[in-house]
């Protein structure tokens, strides 16, 4: 990890973003609780604007198999080779270091929505999270654009849903007392 890390150099924030937020459009249950707990992290390294990830000692020395290692870094190749196509450096300011306190806080809301139990609620913070790493990683303003947008919506999606939980939920507790 701390060699992909480094090999990404000031886009590093973006790949990690995209590496950890990849998985969690799986369903799979627990993927969300442990790489959200990642992204946040990753959200606070973004807060305190260090140009680097800077990855705990453990998360760092993390060596995958071979037969993993070669299925993550197909998985990047093919995320960046299909955004290739359409993304280019514009509004790149959007992506750079200044903004990335403002980007941090929607990272942060968005990997507490993966961590949060909800079955396929982490489909929309993922795509946004995608997003914004993609506009890191290529210094695509309206990447980042598209993914403050998705996060707005993931956003609304889930306080709509935890909402209607209440309701629903308070509804049927009173039923039972």
């Not at 997003?131 to 996060?151: K, Q």
């Amino acid at each position: 990890m701390r060699a992909m890390a480094q090999a990404h150099g000031a886009e590093a924030h973006g790949a990690l973003l995209l590496l950890l937020a990849m998985p969690c459009l799986l369903p799979v249950p627990g993927v969300g609780t442990v790489l959200g707990v990642g992204m946040a992290a990753l959200a606070v390294a973004m807060w305190r604007g260090q140009g680097e990830p800077c990855l705990p000692q453990r998360v760092a020395n993390l060596e995958l198999s071979r037969h993993w290692a070669q299925r993550v870094l197909e998985g990047l190749a093919s995320a960046y080779e299909t955004a290739g196509r359409h993304a280019k450096a514009r509004l790149s300011h959007l992506a750079g270091p200044t903004w990335r306190s403002a980007l941090a806080v929607a990272v942060g809301l968005m990997a507490i929505i993966v961590v949060l139990p909800i079955p396929f609620g982490n489909l929309l913070p993922a795509l946004a999270l995608m997003l914004i790493g993609l506009g890191l990683v290529f210094r695509d303003g309206i990447a980042v654009i598209l993914g403050l947008l998705m996060s707005g919506v993931a956003l609304v999606a889930t306080t709509g849903l935890l909402l209607m939980t209440w309701i629903w939920g308070s509804e049927w507790i009173l039923g039972w007392v």
